[in-house]
């Protein structure tokens, strides 16, 4: 169970990212308040349908996501498959239950609680700040007005919120740590003796037909898939850009018509002491109180009273320091009163969720449009991105129909969007190159159309404003490799295999004599181990020896999955003199998140049953568009 555990560990972690995370769940309110009869549908929660439309979103969505995170060459193909497709419908179903959940229990994301989230976001900080460009850039990307967002979001956190519930209420019994701790950090002095199978080659004597007779009898280990090498044309958005010139009346022109982008908000700069309110309220605002007379008294010096006073970690060091904002990067009760402050001015006691400020405004910037020299290189940047979108949605349908209309080469297309013919070299369905490895793609490509008669395949897209059409070349069947070419690989196979049993024949026979007196095996020099400190040991070596009771010296063997035999004499079991903290700690963490994950399993099925969910698997398997 403990080595369950250890490998399992980051479970957890995992299926809440796969159950939260994503950014921005598949569907919102208003799917789950959907109603109506859809025979398509691939599942059904407390009678609601999910449509095979939500399905393909989520898939797709989740390629996105992989292939941003994991770059080009990520495989696509490997989540397209019955096993995955049923995962990413779990995950759209446990996602639904738990939005029930949230509706009944009337989970409410209060404005303070949305925005700290927002202002948290890793993506929309720029220098350590919120970023209002950046924010707007990730609204556009994703077509949703900020209440739309914000709307989904609020979803979100209430999700988890009843996930965090349930994951957070895991407990770990002392008696469970210990003995569990005490395994992981136990020793045991061990003396090693390794019989490798290549010793044993030299005596290996194969028959003069058992290649032959391998061969014969293994035929599918020798086959050979079928293959293509193709040509192919790659029209997208990226493409069309590089060969986008700025027009500089253009570029100014969308600077012109888009000013109110280019405008910088007024900003303001503060420093502040921070006196959190937990536990003890009444003594935080008693302490803010007396530093207030402090800092207000004659030669005060507020940035030394912060670096000594302030609870706020991220700030104290710099004399409260909290750089430049604007509206909206703060909460409200701070910004209120930043915003009403004049430069050098020091508030009064404010309070917020975080506690009790002392606010100084250090510098105001007032508010200002960005000059066109200013902004000139993102806005080209932008310029030339929003023309590239508008070229690939025009040339989207002309490009699928040439290469669709001249369907016996791919030079008419290349030729009229000014695009590159591109060869791939003889490849397999299963390893396709990255540019060309999509499902949709492959089934042409293998298909009668493309191999027999040579045509183009139809334009696919194989990724976010990306389109593929590809030729065949040539085409080599499948087929079985010659005698001659494996007759070597082969032998050498069966040589090894002879070999390892001969080792294992010895190292059986060395402990048999072991166990009956272990001073008849002459073993190496001693050396403790531990479950992490394996000192050389193989991970079933060391499973052995950790997994035999010791009470006196005692022998054991283990085969080894990298050929040969050893045998281990395991002379005592021990605990460290100093015990490691930090392991113990790890321990309690590991067994922790097992027990949430458990938890948090039962949990889901239990809302999944009380949601009478139907899972419709035959219609999901036909993976509509």
Known sequence: MFEFIRTHQRLMQFLLLILIVPPFAFFGIDGYRRSGDDPTAV????????????????????????????????????????????????????????????????????????????????????NGQFSKDRYDVLLRSQGLTAQGFENRLRQDIAVQTIATGVSESAFTPKAVLDLFARAQMEEREVQEIVIKADAFAAQVKLAPDAVKQFYDANPKQFQVSAQVRVEYVVLSQEALAAGISANPEQVKAYYD??????????????????????????????????????????GGDFAALAKKHSQDPG???????????????????????????????????VESEFGFHIIKVTAIKGAKVKSFEEMRGDIEKEWKKLEAQKKY????????????????????????????????????RAAAPPQLNNPKLLDRLFGDDAIKNKRNTEAIEVAPATLVAARVVEFKPQ?????????????????????????????????????????SVSFGAAKTVTRDKTEGLSSEAIKAVMAVQVKAPVAVGVELAAGGYALYRVNKASQPANPDIAKRENVRVALTRAQAESDFAAYIESLRQLSQVELHLENLEKKAN
């Open 43 to 126: 599942a059904k929660v407390a009678g609601q349908p999910i449509s095979q439309q939500e399905f393909s979103t989520a898939q797709r969505e989740q390629v996105d996501r992989l292939r941003q995170q994991l770059g080009r060459n990520f495989e696509a193909s490997l989540l397209d498959t019955p096993e995955m497709r049923r995962s990413t419908l779990d995950t759209i179903v446990n996602q639904r239950v738990l939005m029930t959940q949230a509706v009944k229990r009337n989970l409410i994301v209060s404005d303070e609680r949305l925005r700290a989230v927002i202002m948290a976001i890793p993506s929309l900080q720029e």
């Open 257 to 298: 018509q888009n000013l109110a982008k280019f405008q910088q908000d007024e900003q303001r700069q503060a420093s502040h002491i921070l006196f959190k309110s937990d536990p003890d309220k009444a003594a935080a605002k008693a302490r803010a109180e007396d530093v207030l007379k402090q800092v207000k008294a004659p």
């Open 315 to 349: 700030s104290a060091a710099q004399g409260g320091d909290l750089g430049a904002f604007g509206r909206g990067s703060m909460v409200k009760p701070f910004e209120d009163a930043a915003f009403t402050l004049k430069e050098g001015e020091v508030s009064g006691l």
């Open 393 to 428: 949605a025009e040339s989207a349908e002309a490009f699928s129909n040439t290469v669709y209309e001249q369907s016996d080469s791919l030079k008419p297309a290349a030729d009229k969007f000014k695009l590159e013919v591109k060869t791939a070299p003889f490849f397999a």
């Open 479 to 519: 087929a079985i490799r010659p005698l001659a070419e494996v007759q070597a690989d082969i032998s050498a196979l069966l040589t090894r295999r002879e070999a390892q049993a001969l080792a294992r024949k010895e190292g059986e026979a060395k402990l048999k004599a072991a166990q009956a007196s272990l001073d």
